[in-house]
């Protein structure tokens, strides 16, 4: 049984998605960037388009796979956070949302990027 924490689980995760994005030739803008109560976990910018997006990590997929935890509401959130980073920012252009779910294994990480995972409603 593993004594790691779902905190640390988390942050290993998005360290892991982070070196991946970097590894495929995404500049990564933040990380972990908060508003209010609104969070987006990686910021990212590849062929002059803004890249949102929300990593999910977990030690197997007995509840399915790690994406599918992004359900509508959450969608709906990081479509506002994404919103409010875009003002903040003065940013515009195209905009993306992706997930990056990563299984931890005993081999090492599993990492399947889904570009362009949903667009949230307004």
Known sequence: MSTVG????????ETAAK????????KVLETNWRHKRWEIDIVAER??????????????????EPEMAVNKSKQQFLGQAAS?????????????????????TSGGNEIHHVEDAFFPRA
């Open 19 to 26: 070196n991946y994005l970097l590894s495929k030739g995404y």
């Open 84 to 104: 409010e980073y875009m003002h903040q920012k003065r940013l515009g252009g195209d905009v993306r949302f992706d997930i990056v779910s990563v299984t931890v």
């Open 6 to 13: 779902t905190k640390e689980l988390g942050a290993n995760g």
């Open 47 to 64: 062929h002059n388009e803004i890249i949102f997006v929300e990593v999910k990590t977990r030690t197997g997929n007995f509840f399915g």
